[in-house]
């Protein structure tokens, strides 16, 4: 996990260097949270990649429904500035899975666990959400999931 703690420590000064001012702002927001994490109350002092993955994506999640609300204000320059953010995080993320890929992956997990039909959703979200950690949003899951179980 040091090693993206580096990362971003070494993109902060190069964001800097470069004037990149939405760029810079993102990159320290990170920062703040993975120092957060590292000095919560019950941590060991220590941040693995599952842990900054998900502070991440939670960070992405933020400021895409914050540019949404912005957008429905008529406030088009603070959403693309929320926007440009996300993008700047998302950089660090693991790629994502697109809807097809998912519901392939899905479709075989549901046939691995037996599921059957809605009653086994929670069985087969458990499942899903542990092989698919960083990979893709939770709702998305959820709704493949759903549509494949109602079959």
């Known amino acids: ?11 902060i000064k190069a964001a800097m260097l470069a004037r990149e001012k939405i760029a810079l702002e993102a990159l320290r927001s990170i920062k703040k949270e993975f120092l957060e994490a590292k000095t919560a109350k019950g941590s060991d002092g220590t941040l693995k990649d599952e842990q900054a993955i998900k502070i991440m ?26 926007l440009a953010e996300a993008e700047v995080i998302e950089k660090y993320l693991p790629k994502q899975l697109d809807a097809a890929e998912l519901e392939i992956i899905l479709s075989e997990l549901i ?12 069985k087969v979200m458990g499942a899903a959400t542990k092989k698919l950690a960083g990979k893709a949003d939770g709702r998305m899951i959820s709704e493949i999931v759903k549509t494949i179980l109602n079959k």
């Open 111 to 122: 046939a691995e666990l037996g599921a059957s039909g809605p009653q086994d959703m929670g």
């Open 1 to 11: 996990m040091e090693k993206l703690f580096e990362q971003i420590n070494n993109d």
């Open 57 to 82: 994506q939670k960070m992405v999640k933020q400021r895409k429904e914050t540019a949404i609300i912005y957008t429905e204000q008529n406030r088009p320059e603070l959403a693309e500035k929320e």
